[in-house]
């Protein structure tokens, strides 16, 4: 069977870093074409250097591209989340430098060079942070909707309700401008939004079975569970739920997700709805809007690929 290729665009983060480990580990089903990295959780020359460091840390750094991309959102001020992720985005946990640079190539114009190569064989984006690179590759070259198979994003809330206001979800909030732009764009999408994702925590006795996997690299995603867990028990009083790699998963294991056909419109207008996701649930809509998990597989997947690692 064909593996399925892919590009991350993303904004590590903690539960990017997993999402991203998970990825890698999963090289018999993904074909990681390139990592694409925006401002978001922390500032733009931090996530890019978070991805290198995830990258290198699964022995990957000579063979996928990191590509920096926007540094801020389309239209409106900067917002970070560093109470969820530390100053440096990786929990302040300390991982080696990394040596292997970033690629010259800017975020937006690999994926415009990428997508368009892709038209015969289109590919699959996992957005997981702001959407501000695909909007403006959008912008400069709408045509490269035809390189694209679909896009799975992580974002949106509607039931659940928001996690950085009573109504956004933190990625759509950090640019509502350039989801609007991705969410009108009509290619096919699944969204892992707080619906979901809020199924899905991991517990300290399930971080305890990560880390007992014994690779450096499940020891790493041990340690990046566990401070989310922390920094989220702080702020919220919860297990942290596994956002970022619920996209990854929902590849591997579609059959472990649930959700409705939706057209999805985004708040954009200044207030307190400003960045909300509303889903008119309709069967001929392009976007499947997930809503329910089975938390206990999805969570064994998982560890699962983390094992391989050690294989
Ligand atoms: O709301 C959760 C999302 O915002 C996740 O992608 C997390 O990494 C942050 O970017
Ligand atoms: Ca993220």
């Known amino acids: 069977m064909r ?43 931090l ?9 290198e840390l699964a022995g990957r750094g000579r063979e996928i591209p990191v590509c920096a991309g926007a540094p801020a959102p389309l239209l409106r001020d900067a917002v ?78 509607d039931s659940e309700g928001g996690n950085i206001t009573p109504y956004a979800e933190f990625n759509v909030f950090a640019d509502p401008h350039a989801a609007a732009a991705v969410f009108r764009c009509g290619v096919a999408m699944r969204v892992l939004n707080l619906d979901v994702t809020h199924q899905i925590r991991t517990s300290d006795d399930q971080i305890a079975r990560v880390r007992a996997l014994g690779s450096k690299q499940a020891v790493a995603a041990a340690d990046l569970l566990a401070a989310s867990n922390r ?27 649930e959700g409705r056909q939706a057209t999805v ?15 008119d649930y309709r069967e001929d809509g392009h976007v499947l809007w997930y809503n329910q998990a089975d938390a206990d597989a999805v969570f064994s997947e998982m560890l699962g690929q983390i094992a391989r690692y050690g294989e």
């Open 265 to 279: 419109r985004v708040v954009t207008e200044e207030g307190e709805r400003f960045g909300q996701t509303v889903p």
């Open 80 to 157: 970070t989340a560093e109470a969820f992720h530390g100053s440096t985005g990786l929990g302040n946990i300390a991982f080696p430098r990394p040596r292997v640079r970033a690629s010259r190539a800017h975020a937006v114009n690999f994926l415009i060079r990428t997508l368009r190569a892709g038209k015969g064989f289109p590919l699959t984006l996992v957005m997981t942070g702001p959407m501000t690179n695909l909007a403006l590759a959008l912008s400069m070259a709408p045509d490269i909707t035809e390189g694209l198979e679909e896009i799975v994003v992580m974002g949106g809330a």
């Open 47 to 55: 996530t890019q250097r978070n991805a290198r460091i995830i990258r």
């Open 3 to 45: 593996k399925r290729q892919i590009i991350i665009d993303c904004d590590p983060g903690l539960d990017d870093a997993v999402a991203l480990l998970a990825a890698f580990a999963a090289s018999d089903m993904l074909d990681l074409v390139g990592i694409t990295t925006v401002a978001g959780n922390v500032r733009a020359e």
């Open 231 to 257: 920094l989220e028990e702080s702020a919220k009083g919860r297990e942290a739920p596994l956002h970022d790699p619920s996209t990854i998963l929902c590849l591997l294991r579609p059959d472990l997700f």
